[in-house]
């Protein structure tokens, strides 16, 4: 008897993709609070120290007990940090200072977009800055739309495209969840950037360093620490990080950078107008000057990613996303 059943499309395909991302992406902050916790419970309990025995938690192993308090603070703190950090660091993002018709013009294209996406209209913040980017986070606080003054100066259809792509991650819950996991996700990122600084530091001197010395008369006492303990450092970092990296990792490609594809494809469904808007505000922004103007913590938050190389490597992310956006979309894919 033969299968009736319809094969899965693309869209069942993204939403399984999604929500093994998301799974992923949950698991970073209780790793990371497990590190410690799970440590201290086996010395603790009744196999170590005996400090804690078989009944202190009412006949639950302190093990399964400790799991269990890291997923809760864990996602917990998480969830409550998230909206906190990116409302203390957007305050102190230079405020654009628009006139009042055109902050009216700009809250007005807000409203009028986020009526045909279906969601809330976001608190709104221009701000002043070189980079063609647009950023949208969601959590207890409310919902916000950050908007670049450079974003605003594009075209007509490819600013309306690139805040209708920002509305569109805020009705797939995307904005919610990344906000959510923000601060765990940025702890993990710092820590491997100083873990691969340590690996890769260079003590030796060059030639050039060296005729410098001579020229000053100065000559640097020799290294106090051998250059091997800083790579042993790095490597045991990175090897105590690893359990909470590859979750974050594989979650920042497929769940991250797969939302701004899907929201891409959302986009460009809407009419031939968007799409091709999209596609020019996508170029634009990855070839025009001022990534650094744009804070790092509102990256994973972006229209656009602007990290640089060292950092998405690290991330675990493409060089080549906002190529392959833009291929997409150009092709008859993204209908």
């Excluded at 999604?18 to 698991?27: D, G, M, Y």
């Excluded at 009744?46 to 093990?63: I, Q, S």
């Excluded at 050039?208 to 450092?233: F, M, Q, S, W």
Aim: proline content about 7%.
């Amino acid at each position: 008897m033969s299968d009736s059943r319809p094969a899965p499309g693309p869209a069942d395909r993204a939403r399984v993709r999604r929500t093994l991302a998301a799974a992923l992406l949950a698991t970073v902050p209780p790793l990371l609070v497990a590190a410690p916790l799970l440590p201290a419970a086996v010395l603790l309990g009744p196999a170590g120290l005996g400090v804690l025995g078989p009944d202190a938690f009412g006949g639950v192993p302190p093990v399964f007990v400790a799991a269990l308090a890291s997923a809760v603070l864990g996602l917990g703190a998480s969830a409550l940090l998230g909206p906190l950090l990116i409302d203390r660091r957007i305050a102190r993002l230079p405020e654009a200072e628009l006139d009042d018709r055109p902050a009216d013009f700009v809250a007005d294209r807000v409203e009028t977009i986020a009526d045909e996406v279906g969601v809330a209209v976001p608190e709104v913040t221009v701000v002043r800055a070189d980079a063609v980017n647009v950023a949208v986070a969601n959590g207890y606080r409310g919902s916000r739309l950050v908007v670049s003054t450079r974003l605003l100066s594009l075209p007509k259809a490819d600013r309306d495209a690139a805040i209708r792509h920002g509305l569109v991650r805020l009705r797939t819950r995307e904005a919610t969840l990344t906000t959510a996991l923000l601060p765990a996700l940025a702890l993990v990122e710092t820590v491997a950037l100083l873990a691969t600084l340590l690996v890769g530091r260079r003590t030796d001197r060059t030639a050039a360093d060296r005729r410098v010395n001579r020229i000053h008369g100065y000559e640097p006492e020799r290294n106090r620490i051998p250059a091997k303990a800083y790579t042993l450092a790095g490597v045991l970092l990175w090897l105590l990080l690893l359990p909470a990296w590859v979750p974050a990792a594989l979650g920042e490609r497929f769940y991250v950078s797969g939302g701004r594809r899907d929201a891409d494809a959302a986009v460009a469904r809407v009419g031939e107008t968007e799409r091709e808007g999209l596609g020019n505000a996508v170029a634009f922004a990855g070839e025009a000057a001022g990534a650094a103007d744009w804070p790092p913590l509102l990256d994973r938050l972006s229209f656009v990613s602007m990290a640089d190389a060292e950092t998405g490597r690290v991330r675990g992310t493409s060089r080549q996303e906002a190529r392959l956006r833009l291929a997409l979309l150009r092709s008859k894919r993204a209908l």
